[in-house]
């Protein structure tokens, strides 16, 4: 092995000039093989024509097989597959469950974080709501003409 990679190393162009003669012939043997089956599909029109339909009546057959199968599995399997809808609802359930447990311990262990953090968020609610009917208020002095014309 090593004796034939040395000698390809000091013929180097005499074997890229065998390797591109190879690949040159093998695609020309397959651009023949191409042509030949182009040349006799069309002297058997009718026959290619036949072969053609049948691959494709064959292919939507499977097609239909595969869905009629799927169907049938699933009519087959009704209760399993029933069983395996209930096992997914009760376990996001059991999920959910578990996130607001969390939460609320995590509440209870943060007892006083919790409780700042909802005073923080009732005031600001109550900032937001003040900083409104300030701005109405103000909007309504600046347009006092347009303001009494809907009153």
Not at 26 to 36: G, I, N, S, V
Not at 71 to 77: E, H, I, P, Y
Not at 94 to 112: D, E, I, V
């Amino acid at each position: 092995m090593l004796a034939g990679a040395l000698n390809r190393m000091r013929n180097l162009k005499q074997s890229q000039a065998w390797e591109k003669w190879q690949w040159e012939d093998a695609e020309l043997r397959r651009q023949q093989l191409m042509l030949a089956g182009a040349v006799i599909r069309m002297q058997n029109v009718k026959l290619s024509q036949a072969w053609e339909k049948w691959q494709h009546e064959h292919a939507e057959l499977r097609r239909q097989q595969f869905i009629l199968a799927g169907a049938l599995n699933r009519m087959q399997n009704v209760k399993v597959s029933q069983a395996w809808e209930t096992w997914q609802w009760e376990y996001a359930g059991l999920l959910r469950q578990r996130a607001m447990l969390n939460g609320a311990l995590n509440r209870m262990r943060n007892l006083k974080l919790s409780q700042a953090w909802e005073k923080w968020q009732h005031e600001h609610a109550e900032l937001r709501h003040r900083q409104f009917m300030l701005a109405g208020a103000l909007n309504r002095m600046q347009n006092l003409k347009l303001s009494q014309a809907w009153e």
